[in-house]
């Protein structure tokens, strides 16, 4: 598992596939001596589709909400599944940032689990009975990659006197980082299977993103 330097900024960090948007919110980029017609339907600047911020999803493949970063969840089964699944979720040790009464993350229920797999159609031969061991195996590397993440922290910001806390995380596994691109094409190293982009909150309010390549047999 490898951990990039963290990128810190005093701002949440973009991905490839955000926008900036300018800082008196969104609207239309060019500006009207006088109020557009009402029959002109708003900005008359043709916007290009390819250039609409893209989807995003969390290291769950589960859509986020844009209006509040969190994921909509969904707990009912997929039209594929045969056997029922457990709806419980499992807390766990991870502090969730810009909570400040403890709050931790909580795992997805194996039936989220089941539909994120069944969403990006990888189920494979993946059966019913097999997810609840499948999602126990995630959530124990997610809780590795949380006291990966607190001993890079040791190191880059030792004098803090609280622990820092993860306010959101990205699953990019069609994205290659860098490094992972660097490594296989010179190198020879065999590509990750997953990237996750975690990004922290340390207590000064500085966000720092962390990029998280995953690979078999480490």
């Given at each position: 598992r490898d951990k990039h330097p963290p990128i810190v900024n005093s701002q949440i960090q973009k991905t490839p596939n955000e926008e900036a948007k300018p800082e008196g919110g969104e609207g239309c980029p060019v500006k009207h001596s006088t109020p557009p017609p009402s029959s002109a339907g708003g900005c008359p600047v043709k916007q290009n589709p390819k250039q609409k911020q893209q989807q995003q999803y969390n290291v769950y493949s589960q859509p986020i909400d844009p209006t509040n970063q969190?994921?909509?969840?969904?707990?009912?089964?997929?039209?594929?599944?045969?056997?029922?699944?457990?709806?419980?979720?499992?807390?766990?040790?991870?502090?969730?940032?810009?909570?400040?009464?403890?709050?931790?993350?909580?795992?997805?229920?194996?039936?989220?689990?089941?539909?994120?797999?069944?969403?990006?159609?990888?189920?494979?031969d993946t059966e019913e009975s097999d997810i609840e061991s499948v999602v126990a195996l995630h959530n124990n590397m997610n809780e590795k990659t949380w006291q990966k993440v607190l001993e890079w922290e040791e190191v880059l910001d030792g004098e803090a006197q609280m622990a820092p806390k993860l306010l959101k995380f990205l699953g990019r596994p069609s994205d290659l980082s860098p490094k992972a691109r660097f490594k296989h094409w010179f190198l020879g190293h065999p590509l990750p299977y997953d990237r996750h982009d975690w990004t922290i909150l340390r207590e000064d309010g500085t966000e720092v993103r962390y990029v998280i390549d995953y690979y078999h047999d480490e």
């Open positions: 969190m994921p909509n969840l969904n707990q009912l089964p997929s039209p594929q599944q045969n056997e029922e699944l457990p709806t419980n979720r499992v807390t766990s040790t991870i502090p969730k940032g810009g909570a400040d009464d403890g709050t931790t993350w909580t795992y997805p229920s194996p039936q989220m689990f089941y539909n994120a797999l069944a969403r990006k159609g990888k189920l494979g």
